[in-house]
């Protein structure tokens, strides 16, 4: 009875120490894998703040506010990482340009864009990309037609919300014009908006159905507990 005993004692000791092997091992795993996700997400965010920068500097002037590819590169940084890491890129690119790197529009930088009549739409940019990111990550898969229309309307959305809104407050309140007056200027913007927005969605599209991994699924995590729920049970 006590040999027994002492070997279910030592049966129990190896299984622990097994056990803690295990979770030591899977630990390390974990924390190598998160470290690999951090260094990928900022390099993602780099990557995105150097297209919105480039796609910035090349403008065509009209009135206070120049057309650029700007809002192309922003929403798609919304719809192709997902909210945080759009809001951070777009956050990371305005931070570049003012610590004095030439990337705003027409290659200004500093804190003067800020103090004139575009600064509405530079705050809105990176709200713009958040709101983007929020929408796509909720979005279902269905079939390439479905997934470009779905990320159209999410990015038209989020620059009707953010860019419009807060660029004609930015123009009434820095250029000294009348709302009607700030409207008719923005109104010069929407066709060419509406190509940018379109391209965003062929593009985040194409890069959904390439990587499906890079865009974080909010429903697809929300619903792994519910699946799991009945073999815990």
């Known amino acids: 009875m006590a040999e027994h005993r002492i070997g279910a004692e030592t ?21 190598a894998n998160r470290r690999r996700r951090t260094s990928t997400d900022l390099a993602l965010i780099a990557g995105f703040a150097a297209l919105i920068a480039v796609s ?39 931070a570049i340009g003012i610590i ?18 575009t600064v509405g739409y530079l705050i ?8 983007t990111g929020f929408i796509v990550e909720r979005l279902p898969r269905k079939n390439t037609w479905l997934d470009t229309l779905l ?10 919300a953010f860019v419009y809104q807060l660029g004609i407050a930015g123009l009434v309140w820095r250029a000294g014009l ?16 509406l190509v940018k927005i379109a391209l965003t969605a062929i593009v985040a599209a194409a890069v959904a159905r390439a990587f499906p991994d890079l865009l974080p ?17």
């Open 124 to 131: 809105g940019l990176p709200l713009a990309a958040w709101l």
């Open 100 to 117: 004095g790197l030439p990337v705003f529009a027409g290659g200004t930088a500093g804190l003067a864009p800020f103090a004139g009549p």
């Open 11 to 31: 049966d129990a000791a190896a299984v622990t120490e097994t056990d803690a092997a295990d979770h030591a091992s899977v630990s390390r795993v974990t924390q």
């Open 56 to 94: 910035s500097v090349l403008a065509i002037p009209i009135g206070p506010a120049p057309i650029t590819l700007q809002t192309f590169a922003v929403l798609l940084a919304g719809a192709v990482l997902g909210a945080s890491r759009g809001f951070f890129a777009v956050l990371l690119y305005l």
């Open 217 to 233: 699924r909010r429903r697809a995590q929300s619903s792994q507990p519910a699946q799991s729920s009945p073999s815990a049970q």
């Open 151 to 160: 990320i159209f309307l999410a990015a038209f959305v989020a620059n009707l």
């Open 178 to 193: 009348d709302l009607l007056q700030a409207f008719s200027i923005n109104l010069a913007f929407v066709p060419l908006d």
